[in-house]
């Protein structure tokens, strides 16, 4: 361990006895495995954690007496161990601020004790003692600590004549294997590092002065070197800095923060102490965390940064997406043309050949169509086995060559013009042999009698169509348009050879588009009448794949197919009972899969969940729920949480008992049914009578277990959602804390895709809306990753924390920790954000937090620009802006310094009283708003509300109200006759200015 201190941990320079640990995330790594092995070794090592030092290891420690409990005699100023050395004296005795430990067991203890504030006790611990390995074991260890032979130290220790020498022979080995330990996982941190070298710094630095300037769409106001001199080898800094790795200093001064003094250094780059004011050098001194770029650190340091980065990235994605584009247009138009200029010289040479045969043509014609009528369907069998990507190359006679080559000849007049497979190949090399084979199969489709259209699409089949070369193929050639008419004749076995290859092409969006322009869909709706069970289900499987797309989804409803899917659902209801298994139900399950599968794909719409719901959908899918075929299961729940997004289902599927069904299948061992299940009751908990159910079936335990496999990310974005809209109820929350799930979220708030982190932050901050719960989030460590999310730029995201950070805020002790974070900073800034559901939110946060802090006044006040920010916001046409603004102005208005400041940015009692009786009016036009202002007592204070300087006072408002007497009137003198006095004395003030009003209106014009 000594050692590792010396070489590895990094020390500042501030002088002499005075140096400290830097905060680096080497140093960092150091301290947290120093804390692992002191905090385990009682448990791992209890015979050696009794060894008594040979001197105290003594710092100042910011613990209070009354954290420590049993095992301690604590005063109000001091705690003795209750365990002794063989003298009597206590291994740990604490004298306000100071304290010595003299064993690791009691080392142990105290980081126990410490809890969260460990790390600081270790540090403190190590930057006062800097060489602990000598007090532990005693001077004489110094002299051999620089050699790093184990067999010298343990020489050393057993010369000791002192009996426990056993004992600290193990402990000396036990440190030098801790000091081993750090070195490696030192050496280890440091290598994966990226030193940053000038031209990178450069480069970064030009590219962001290239984004930088004016307005509100660039990255950053002004980038600038602090020197304009630069050396030989690219730096900038003085050479005396150079020695440290420094490569050159920068003025950045983003959208929404000072100006900051950056240093950029081999390390990387982190923030030193900027310019001194009166000679303008450089303090050198870092004063924050070292980011591995420049665009890291400012992303760490300035939201707008990291949000016009994003938007900048973006549209630079556009355009290089838009320049490929390009490129392939002009590539494709190259290639046309060329196509085109092969096919004129070929047109050229074939009408000189046509003059010289013209007299044979007449007889060759005559003797093909002769050949053509005789030919059997063996000869077309013999043929189509050469395609077969199955056939053996020996497996064909050696004539088959000769026969395609005949076929080939009596092809049909629109095959003629096409070159010949040889040359084709020649042309484009680099297709597969794949692709001109399929070719060969669509020509026979077009030009082969039943049987030979029949053995072609077998053929067919038996290639990869999951390759888009193959699927290709079949489109390039007018495949496409082939299978589709096959879907029109009466033969059963083509159609169902048809659509069978339509199904697997069509997972590809190019031929999904394609078949919908050439009309597939409505022939697909057509054969879900079929008789025939076989062809309803590759049918409604094959629309299931079409319907991705707005358009296909439209299409297939305009022509009945929304009906017609439900009505496959019936198939299954006599085979809901796993019982039976006959073949028969087996194929009638299968319909009704394939019906569910095609409803999935079609209930992205609005428009088609309307009409499933009016096909009567519902009491079939909720049938189709008792089944114990998982298959069945997945897109029945998929449909139905697809639908869910619409309050009238959510009706319906309380009123059909699905709740308990879905409850049921969560504890499935399918995941993606257990997805489904979760997505389902997430869109449906927005009812507090469904969230109710959710408990009330046992619900909630599988879902506080699933968030323990977090390898899906979709099923686990899936849980955590129905997790949060089920914690709304005060109920689920509490049972979510019974099952430890409060615990798991906040282990989630980190190393997530932004869709389960909305949710787990959505979880958290219904949950923290109790007591136990927040205290709980609070000692996970669960409020330095929710105030690290406050920097994001994703909208619901930033509702959801401000949330979550607001209710955190209630408590007293949560609150010091997020404004040591910078919470509170982070949150007003939110309130710049361009969205009002942000904004609004942010300023309910900041309500606690000025609520809860120890000094909400100064606070408030170094916040610079703080005030003027929220009095602009009283602009807002926004009424949950205004009313959040106007609950922030009234806790900020509690210190009279500030109220003084809100007071000369224009904002007196009368404006707030406007503002809020305007947010007021708006919410009384919803529901029963009115009844609740009521309730809560709001009426006699908007009375008196008339009575103001600004408004009963003045003449025009006294007109409009008078103007008005059949309403507001007739409404105040109700209200004289309250039982509350002062509602009466409002009342009757107003009265009077209006009275007062019309008399001298009267006076004046009599006299």
């Known amino acids: 361990m000594g050692v590792a201190l010396t070489r590895s941990a990094q020390w500042t320079a501030a002088g002499y006895g005075t140096r400290t640990l830097e905060i680096t995330p080497l140093n960092e790594v150091i ?10 070794f009682i448990y791992k090592h209890p015979q050696e954690a009794k060894y008594v030092f040979v001197e105290p290891l003594e710092w100042k420690t910011n613990l209070d007496p009354s954290a420590f409990e049993s095992g301690y005699i604590v005063s109000e100023t001091t705690v003795k161990s209750e365990e002794v050395d063989k003298d009597g004296q206590p291994l740990l005795f604490l004298s306000v601020p100071h304290i010595k430990i003299r064993s690791l067991g009691q080392l142990s203890r105290l980081l126990l004790i410490a809890k969260d504030r460990k790390l600081k006790e270790a540090q403190a611990c190590i930057e006062a003692n800097r060489d602990p390995v000598t007090k532990i074991l005693g001077l004489d260890y110094n002299t051999v600590k620089e050699d790093t032979s184990t067999v010298n ?58 984004f930088s300037g004016k307005g509100e769409q660039t990255v950053l106001e002004s980038i600038d070197y602090t020197s304009d001199y630069e050396f030989s080898n690219g730096c900038r800094a003085p050479p005396w800095r150079q020695i440290h790795g420094e490569i050159c200093y920068v003025l950045v001064k983003p959208h929404d923060v000072e100006t900051l003094c950056v240093t950029c250094s081999t390390e990387g780059v982190f923030l030193n102490g900027g310019k001194t004011e009166d000679e303008g050098e450089i303090n050198y001194e870092r004063k924050s965390e070292i980011y591995k770029d420049l665009v890291t650190f400012l992303k760490e340091k300035s939201a707008k940064f990291s949000e016009n980065m994003s938007k900048q990235r973006k549209r630079e994605e556009r355009k290089k ?43 060759s014609k005559t003797k093909q169509n002769k050949t053509k009528q005789k030919r059997t369907t063996g000869e077309y069998l013999l043929i189509l086995c050469t395609l077969s990507p199955l056939a053996s190359p020996g497996s064909c006679p050696k004539s088959a060559e000769k026969i395609e080559e005949i076929l080939s000849d009596s092809s049909s007049e629109n095959e003629e013009d096409e070159e010949p497979p040889d040359r084709r190949q020649e042309a484009n090399a680099d297709l597969p042999s794949e692709y001109w084979q399929i070719q060969k199969l669509v020509k026979y489709l077009k030009g082969g009698n ?32 082939v299978l589709i008419n096959l879907l029109d004749t009466d033969e059963v076995k083509c159609k169902i050879g048809s659509l069978k290859i339509l199904k697997e092409i069509s997972h590809n969006p190019q031929i999904r588009r394609n078949i919908v322009d050439l009309g597939g869909l409505p022939v697909m709706v057509n054969i879900l009448d079929s008789p025939h069970k076989s062809l309803k289900c590759l049918a409604a499987e094959t629309i299931a794949n079409v319907a991705k797309f707005r358009r296909a989804r439209r299409a297939v409803r305009h022509h009945g197919g929304i009906t017609k899917l439900v009505a496959l659902l019936d198939c299954a209801q006599s085979s809901a009972k796993p019982a039976q298994s006959s073949l028969y139900d087996a194929r009638d399950v299968e319909v009704a899969r394939c019906g569910a599968l095609a409803l999935w794909s079609c209930s992205k719409s609005n428009a088609n969940k309307e009409a499933i719901r009016q096909a009567g959908g519902i009491p079939l899918l909720a049938h189709l729920l008792k089944t114990s075929h998982e298959n069945m299961l997945i897109p029945v729940v998929g449909t139905l949480q697809e639908c869910a997004s619409e309050e009238n289902y959510r009706a ?75 914690s709304i109820s005060k ?183 406007r503002h809020l009786a305007e947010a007021i009016s708006r919410c009384c036009m919803w529901g029963r708003n009115r009844v609740a202002f009521g309730e809560y007592k709001a009426v006699a204070p908007l009375v008196r509300y008339l009575k103001s300087n600004d408004l009963s006072e003045d003449v025009d408002n006294c007109i409009t109200i008078h103007e008005n007497g059949n309403g507001a009137v007739k409404l105040l003198l109700g209200m004289i006759g309250s039982s509350d006095h002062d509602l009466q004395e409002a009342a009757a003030g107003c009265i009077s200015n209006i009275r007062r009003l019309a008399l001298a209106i009267d006076k004046a014009r009599y006299t």
């Open 31 to 40: 301290l947290k495995e120093i804390v692992m092995f002191v905090e385990s």
């Open 153 to 210: 130290i343990l020489d050393k220790i057993t010369k000791d004549e002192d009996p426990e020498s056993e004992i600290k022979m193990k402990v000396g080995m036990l440190l030098k294997q801790l000091d081993l330990h750090l070195l490696n996982h030192s050496l280890k941190h440091i290598s994966l590092q990226i030193c940053l070298n000038p031209t990178t710094v450069k480069n970064d630095i030009e590219l962001l002065k290239h």
């Open 321 to 363: 997406e838009r320049k490929e584009k390009e490129k392939k247009k002009r590539e494709k138009k190259k290639n046309e043309k060329k196509k085109r200029e092969k096919k004129k010289r070929k047109k050229k040479k074939g009408e000189k050949k046509k003059g010289v045969g013209e007299g044979n043509k007449s007889k």
């Open 450 to 481: 039943q049987t030979a259209t029949v053995i072609a699409l077998r053929s067919m089949k038996d290639f990869n169509l999951a390759q888009e070369t193959c699927q290709l193929a079949i489109r390039d050639v007018g495949g496409l348009e």
């Open 652 to 726: 319906a599927i309380k009123a059909e008992r699905i709740i308990e069904n879905l409850v049921k299948n969560l504890n499935s061992e399918n995941e993606q049914l257990q997805e489904q299940c979760a997505m389902a009751i997430y869109q449906c908990a927005e009812d507090k009578e469904t969230r109710d159910l959710v408990r009330l079936h046992g619900g909630l335990k599988p879902l506080a277990s699933l968030l323990n496999n977090t390898d899906n990310k979709e099923r686990l974005a899936a849980v955590t959602g129905a997790i949060w809209k089920c």
């Open 731 to 913: 109920e689920n929350a509490t049972k979510f804390r019974e099952y430890e799930a409060i615990e798991t979220l906040v282990g989630l708030l980190t190393d997530q895709p932004e869709e389960v982190l909305v949710n787990v932050v959505g979880a958290l901050g219904e949950c923290c809306q109790e007591y136990e719960n927040r205290v709980l989030v609070r000692k996970c460590g669960g409020l330095q990753p929710l105030v690290n999310l406050l920097v994001g730029i994703n909208q619901t995201l930033l509702v959801n924390v401000t949330k979550a950070v607001g209710a955190c805020a209630v408590e007293p002790e949560s609150m010091m920790i997020i404004d040591r974070l910078d919470g509170v900073r982070l949150l007003w800034s939110l309130l710049k954000n361009p969205h009002p559901d942000v904004k609004a939110s942010a300023a309910w946060a900041l309500c606690p937090c000025i609520q809860n802090a120890k000094d909400a006044g100064e606070m408030v006040r170094c916040l610079v620009g703080g005030l003027e920010l929220i009095v602009n916001l009283l602009k807002s046409d926004n009424k949950e802006v205004l009313a959040s603004v106007c609950a922030v102005i009234t806790n900020i208005a509690k210190d009279q310094e500030n109220l003084a400041v809100i007071t000369d940015h224009g904002v007196n009692n009368d404006k707030l009283r």
